[in-house]
């Protein structure tokens, strides 16, 4: 049952008078609240967005300048490359005679024979096969200068020179078990790139066994192994 005042409104009584400004007070202090803190997120939320929008910019920016850098390296490079092919360099196989080679002074078994022209002969002999990127620069450059320079220690293709000594056949057949027992030779370069010119342990022994050998029946004291 509901107390009615004159015309059917609720009877206002202080009681209900303070509930009802209470709740209004309490509603528009909820309501205004909520209202803040919703503008409060609101500008959270933009700043947010904003942030990830100038970020992804700077990102844009950065990366087009990524590909800017990346774009000259690359047109460097090239343009470098071309030129470059315009600087070949001499790749020779002189000729020689029976008389000056390896087999002329040292006994060459065809098994070490075969060793030594697979894992030696592109650049201690004159009979180099010369592989496709010797004929482009800059590795032409590479790999004439390791044929050049090893030819000149060791060609055995050239093996006798004027004033030969059996001393020079013995110093040069120690160098080599030396070199192949270290692992100096073959070259590592050559190595990648000629798979088949890899050395197992039976090669070196082979290699170094021949030459203590060849070393003793020349006349010297034979070391290697
Ligand atoms: C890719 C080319 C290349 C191949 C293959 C190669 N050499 Fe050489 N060799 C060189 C060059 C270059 C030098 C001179 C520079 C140096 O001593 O490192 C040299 C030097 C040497 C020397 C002289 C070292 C010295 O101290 O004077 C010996 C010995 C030698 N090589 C043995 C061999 C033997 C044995 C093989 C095969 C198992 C072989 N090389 C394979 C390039 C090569």
Redesign the pocket.
């Known amino acids: 049952m509901r107390k009615t005042g004159g015309r059917g409104y609720p009877r206002h009584t202080p009681a209900t008078c303070l509930t009802k400004q209470t709740g209004a007070w309490l509603t528009l202090f909820v309501s205004g609240g909520g209202a803040g803190l919703n503008i409060l997120l609101l500008q959270e939320a933009f700043r947010r967005d904003y942030g990830r929008k100038l970020e992804a910019a700077a990102l844009l920016a950065r990366g087009s300048l990524m590909k800017k850098v990346f774009k000259w390296i690359l047109l460097i490079l090239v343009v470098g490359f071309v030129v470059a092919q315009f600087f070949q360099v001499v790749r020779t196989n002189p000729p020689f005679t029976a008389t000056q080679t390896i087999e002329n002074i040292v006994n060459v078994p065809e098994d070490v024979h075969a060793t030594?022209t697979r894992?030696?002969g592109?650049?201690?002999s004159n009979q180099t096969e010369w592989p496709w990127y010797s004929h482009v620069a800059p590795t032409s450059w590479f790999v004439v200068d390791?044929?050049d320079?090893?030819r000149r220690?060791?060609n055995f293709s050239a093996w006798v020179r004027p004033g030969h000594e059996p001393q020079d056949s013995i110093d040069?057949l120690k160098?080599?078990c030396?070199?192949?027992q270290s692992g100096?030779?073959?070259?590592t370069?050559?190595e990648i790139m000629h798979w088949h010119?890899w050395?197992s342990v039976d090669d070196v022994k082979q290699?170094c066994d021949w030459s203590t050998a060849e070393q003793k029946r020349l006349g010297g004291n034979a070391s290697g192994n």
């Open positions: 030594l894992a030696c592109a650049c201690h390791h044929v320079q090893g220690r060791i040069r160098a080599m030396r070199e192949v100096g030779m073959p070259l370069s050559f010119s050395l290699i």
